[in-house]
């Protein structure tokens, strides 16, 4: 058994808030270790003009395979804190759950389920269920590429008076490709995702994320990654397009 401990260092982040959580990226792509636990804590303080801007967000993720290694569980979470001179401009949080059963040498049968808030959103509650699978279409020492495919049923309470309760029926489209050089210092990972609704496919969701992460040490690496986000009916004045830009050093023990 193995345990991966994480800090990262928070170094640059703007606009940090995307509308579609990654859960694509927080898979550790190891076949060889059975339990891995990563944590995450971002603590960025700064006093401009009498002006205290401090924000907090700590993640962390848990990931466990059978001795087999048919089955695997991944759960993650974060929460996240903005606070201008004491009052909180933001504050979210996410939970999420996903289950996966090995079919064959290229099809996984995948469960998931997600529970989020965020008031910068302007969503008080968002419950995800989902079912579908999750196909290897590549494979090789250094790079990987895998299609997934499910339904989703997704339950949205918002921050608003009259009407604020939603459903939507929901398909959920990936493509994610993992490479790494022959040394295994550098590894760059690509996710995009794509989510109609299957009732109004004028409804949907399209992320796109990349990430870069540069090998210093044994144990420390340096991340850089950039998410661009686009849904075409937000939650009522939220803009359509998002994106973040993260730097960070993460320390492997």
Not at 150 to 177: A, C, D, I, P, V
Not at 244 to 250: A, E, P, V
């Amino acid at each position: 058994m193995k345990r991966i401990l994480t800090l990262v260092f928070f170094l640059l982040t703007l606009a940090n808030y995307a509308q579609l959580v990654n859960a694509e990226s927080k898979r550790i792509q190891n076949d060889s270790i059975r339990f891995t636990s990563i944590f995450e804590c971002n603590f960025n303080t700064s006093k401009t003009n009498n002006i205290k801007i401090s924000a907090f967000n700590f993640n962390f993720t848990e990931q466990l395979k059978s001795k087999n290694y048919l089955n695997y569980y991944l759960f993650f979470g974060n929460y996240e804190r903005n606070e201008i001179n004491s009052d909180i401009v933001t504050n979210a949080s996410m939970f999420h759950f996903r289950y996966n059963r090995k079919i064959n040498r290229t099809i996984r049968f995948e469960l998931f389920t997600q529970v989020q808030n965020n008031r910068l959103l302007n969503i008080q509650l968002r419950n995800l269920y989902g079912v579908g699978t999750r196909i290897k279409f590549y494979k090789h020492k250094l790079l990987s590429a895998y299609l997934g495919n499910s339904y989703m049923f997704e339950y949205q309470k918002l921050y608003q008076e009259g009407e604020n309760t939603f459903q939507f029926h929901r398909l959920n489209n990936y493509l994610s490709f993992h490479l790494k050089n022959k040394s295994h210092t550098i590894e760059v990972n690509s996710i995009t995702y794509y989510q109609p609704s299957i009732e109004d496919f004028k409804n949907y969701r399209f992320t796109h994320e990349s990430s870069l992460n540069f090998k210093i040490t044994k144990n420390l690496f340096y991340n850089t990654s950039i998410s661009l986000g686009f849904d075409n009916m937000p939650a009522l004045g939220i803009n359509k397009n998002n994106y973040s830009f993260k730097n960070g050093l993460k320390l492997v023990i």
